[in-house]
């Protein structure tokens, strides 16, 4: 088995197969260099898609708290509103007695 892996060797001359070998294993490394070059560039966009994921993630925890101080401020503004009405409708009925009290 193990020959068969070099069979393109046979009828070579020594000085040719070291060549032939040479030449593949040069292939092999600039393959390997290439392969460890596409890696890094990889890794590094992974650790700028984290650093993103994480600027948005941050983003949406601050909309979302916004979210709720919103609600909070709508429920007072109701409440506050509906105070409003009743202080007017105190007011208003104040006014009636007022001008039905002769004087």
Request: aromatic share 2%; hydrophobic share 30%; proline share 0%.
């Amino acid at each position: 088995m193990q020959q068969d892996k070099f069979d393109f060797l046979k009828g070579e001359s020594s000085v040719e197969k070291i060549h032939m070998l040479e030449d593949k294993i040069m292939k092999v490394i600039d393959k390997i260099k290439a392969l460890t070059n596409e890696n890094e560039k990889l890794h590094d966009r992974i650790k700028s898609l984290n650093e993103e994921l994480k600027k948005k993630d941050s983003e949406s925890r601050e909309v979302k708290q916004n979210m709720k101080d919103i609600d909070k401020m709508k429920a007072e503004l109701e409440k506050l509103n509906s105070e409003r009405k009743t202080v007017k409708s105190q007011v208003e009925n104040l006014i009636k007695e007022l001008e039905s009290v002769e004087y």
